[in-house]
């Protein structure tokens, strides 16, 4: 049968990404103890096209994706699955980008009691010219407790869910999910348990009550937690509160590329 | 050219509903003050089908919705839209859902500062065999406090976003999006509000202190003030709480059909 | 410290549901061949609420969901979760829905090559007063080809992805997820695949081209599929094609109970 | 009552954007015939914050906003908006985003009867100390038929609706909406049309069989019809195909700068 898409192509316009998307994969993510998590990623894997093929071959990204349903992934797995897609597509960069929820245990601050919570992350690198590049993403939702709201009444504060999106690259090495969560958990008014008893929800209360929190502060703080990671090149940060008076959230971003060329 | 879709079916089903869905649509919302408010609306029209049609004519279905596009419509004017498309397409039944954001004024409680504020509205209305029947829902976002944290904490309660979400079928008359939406917005421990100057959010803060309510609280408190309205004869209201302390959320639900079958 | 929750309500207002929802965990889904499948669902748990409880204990929904996140799920275990949540909260009835993407290995219709579809299915079980009841719900993508289109234009004919929506109630055994998506899936023009080479590729085409369906045509012949399974009492089923003409979708819905109360 | 925002704050760290998002408002957009049409937008608007101040007054930017809802905006207005809120928060930089739909009469092609089509757009528009930047998005579904398909198959061709995303910088003026849309929508295998007629379904199914195109041909396509536009500096176009024959989607990306600097 007819090769259409290998045809030559006369516009002469070189393609920066083709491929697949809202591709569902079930995978398996390395963890920081040694094991992995089987988890359910919204995939897209896509290559550049050179200005002389008219088009790619879709079916070879399925093909190059299908093998890592049953492997274990991290950072060092995506440079092979990259090197294999530029191989198969005959393609000099490659891109993938996977997003998944992904549990992590948390203890109730004082009954102990255990419980798992999901943070959406996601993973995205990027194959140019034999260089690899590799982007983690967090997203860590905290309480968030209002310093005006505080001081200027009589009692309460008002207080609601925050989500802190983290996506950080790194440079001589990476960090596990667990903690690059566990950087930016802290950084809230008080965190989050899917399991708290009459106990903890005093805890809880309590501590973010003595430790109200703008955005801003939410976001300054996280900046500086990421400023102290040596493994980070870049980082870029948005704060979401969902405000429990208004109808609207309120948010402050962030991005940053560290002068740590030197390392 | 060939009507295939008037062609005989042998199957011998008739089909509850056929017709165009995620259609979007400008509306005009006749509003409480005698004017209209015009909206982006996601709309859905159907029609039951009888057995020995093989395909309804879907662009029926546009043309009997393009001219409400610049007609303010309410309750009354529904009718007219399904008359109109049971006529169209020969139809016993016709079934029309639309889906808005309607935005009300507000006035902040003490600095008096007015805003909008958007609310998920939805009109669906039903015509079966000349009987025609209209439900009307909102989404109605308060704040709540939580009564357990207020209690057991020295200092402080958790609070957070609640929606209010209410459908009713009226019997007799109707009530304006802006009267239901006032009925339900004093339910929550607090009202929201898109505009608060400082002196404002201390009443707010404060407000929502002195009158903490759990989800099921403000399910209860709605229940009461809709068996209150003679023109409502049934409803069905689904409190969800975005807990501001867990990445999930608390939710009460209650639907009741009233016995008013006298008016 | 008190138990707010447990206070005395004076309003005299049974809840139909209170609980959680938007709470998500790992499950483990069992399998037609025997084995079981990990999934990411998202899940709401509920029970009645007695007119004279001022609250429910939200921690206790939690914690009876928390070690379904290593045992093996199907129909008979909800039973179980629905026992022990109504033990938990000392209530009459309860309810649960579990969302989540489920995969099923598919075959390309020439090449024989196997891959993976994600499919979004429900399980949502009810104990009431010691009765139980079980849907199972599922999404199957499929092919339409218009038979219009195809009738009146002198070559091709549009197509598009459709949706079939079905939900089933079982009395006195229930089908596998396999089982159900096998029935329906033979109901479109023609099947999807994540992976099909070029020889696969002309099959569907020209599979799609010889079977035209209106989005009315596969609404019947699922109805007539469905009809045929004995241990089907009950279902709802809502095809929706999302044109590839339009920038709309065209539906049809049928909903059905049988008569087999003699069973 | 006490400034809390307005105090100092050592942390040493200039925040790039601080401000809210997800506020909804009723918008007037100007149109290409002069007139301007009433919208729903989603809307967020920020400012730098130096590190000097703890934090921003949030209620400013919803001040800010609010007079928008009643005087027509397009480019021009923008910078007025963002000027504003420069001064309202005494700050160096500002930035707006406002996301709607848009709607555009189309005629359908043979029958020649009118409708409207819903256009996703987005004005994003940027004050930096002074110089103001400004970008239009607009997100147009078309239909695509593939080559591939269609030359391997004995008849038919498997087609679908696929979105070409694109968005723009101007340099020395501006295009309306309306004129983006036209240049566009011609790229696909065929437009398409709210409302057709047997005589325009058979115009649409042979213009796609005629005219097919690959995600690769439509994207190639479209940037040679934005190279041709002087008034464009930049632009990023994002073509996805909703695969018909698969449960995911085909897309192609592109982003270029345009050497105009001379113009």
Same mark, same amino acid.
């Given at each position: 049968?007819?090769?259409?898409?290998?045809?030559?192509? @006369?516009?002469?316009?070189?393609?920066? =990404?083709?491929?697949?998307?809202?591709?569902?994969?079930?995978?398996?993510?390395?963890? *920081?103890?040694?094991?992995?998590?089987?988890?359910?990623? =919204?995939?897209? &894997?896509?290559? /550049?096209?050179?200005? !002389?093929?008219?088009?790619?071959?879709?079916?070879?990204?399925?093909?190059?994706? &299908?093998?890592?349903?049953?492997?274990?992934?991290? @950072?060092?797995?995506?440079?092979? &699955?990259?090197? #294999?897609?530029?191989?198969?597509?005959?393609?000099?960069?490659?891109?993938?980008?996977?997003?998944?929820?992904? %549990?992590?245990?948390?203890?109730?601050?004082?009954?102990?009691?255990?419980?798992?919570? #999901?943070?959406?992350?996601? %993973?995205?690198?990027?194959?140019?010219?034999?260089?690899?590049?590799?982007?983690?993403?967090?997203?860590?939702?905290?309480?968030?407790?209002?310093?005006?709201?505080?001081?200027?009444?009589?009692?309460?504060? !008002? @207080?609601?869910?925050?989500?802190?999106?983290?996506?950080?690259? %790194?440079?001589?090495? %990476?960090?596990?999910?667990?903690?690059?969560?566990?950087?930016?958990? +802290?950084?809230?008014?008080?965190?989050?348990?899917?399991?708290?008893?009459?106990?903890?929800? +005093?805890?809880?209360?309590? *501590?973010?009550?003595? =430790?109200?929190?703008?955005?801003?502060?939410?976001?300054? #703080?996280?900046?500086? $937690? &990421?400023?102290?990671?040596?493994?980070?090149?870049?980082? #870029?940060?948005?704060?979401?509160?969902?405000?429990?008076?208004? =109808? !609207? /959230? $309120?948010?402050?971003?962030?991005?940053?590329? +560290?002068?740590?060329?030197?390392?």
């Amino acid at each position: 049968m007819k090769d259409v898409q290998g045809q030559i192509d @006369n516009r002469g316009i070189d393609i920066h =990404n083709v491929g697949v998307k809202d591709f569902h994969l079930p995978l398996l993510i390395q963890t *920081r103890e040694g094991g992995f998590q089987p988890v359910m990623a =919204n995939v897209s &894997l896509s290559v /550049s096209l050179p200005m !002389h093929f008219k088009g790619t071959h879709m079916s070879r990204f399925v093909e190059a994706l &299908l093998p890592w349903s049953s492997k274990p992934i991290s @950072n060092t797995e995506l440079k092979s &699955l990259l090197i #294999d897609t530029c191989e198969r597509l005959e393609a000099d960069s490659a891109e993938v980008t996977m997003a998944f929820k992904y %549990f992590i245990e948390k203890t109730a601050p004082v009954s102990l009691k255990a419980s798992f919570m #999901d943070y959406d992350c996601i %993973f995205k690198a990027r194959r140019e010219k034999e260089r690899h590049s590799f982007i983690l993403g967090v997203e860590v939702p905290v309480t968030s407790c209002c310093p005006c709201s505080k001081e200027i009444s009589d009692y309460g504060a !008002h @207080n609601q869910r925050t989500l802190i999106k983290v996506k950080v690259r %790194f440079h001589g090495g %990476f960090l596990w999910i667990e903690d690059l969560v566990d950087r930016i958990e +802290k950084q809230g008014s008080c965190q989050l348990y899917p399991l708290l008893k009459r106990e903890d929800e +005093k805890f809880v209360t309590e *501590r973010a009550y003595e =430790n109200p929190k703008f955005v801003e502060d939410i976001l300054r #703080d996280t900046v500086i $937690a &990421l400023r102290k990671e040596p493994l980070i090149s870049w980082f #870029d940060i948005e704060c979401e509160s969902i405000e429990s008076i208004h =109808n !609207h /959230s $309120a948010f402050a971003r962030h991005t940053e590329t +560290k002068e740590q060329m030197t390392y």
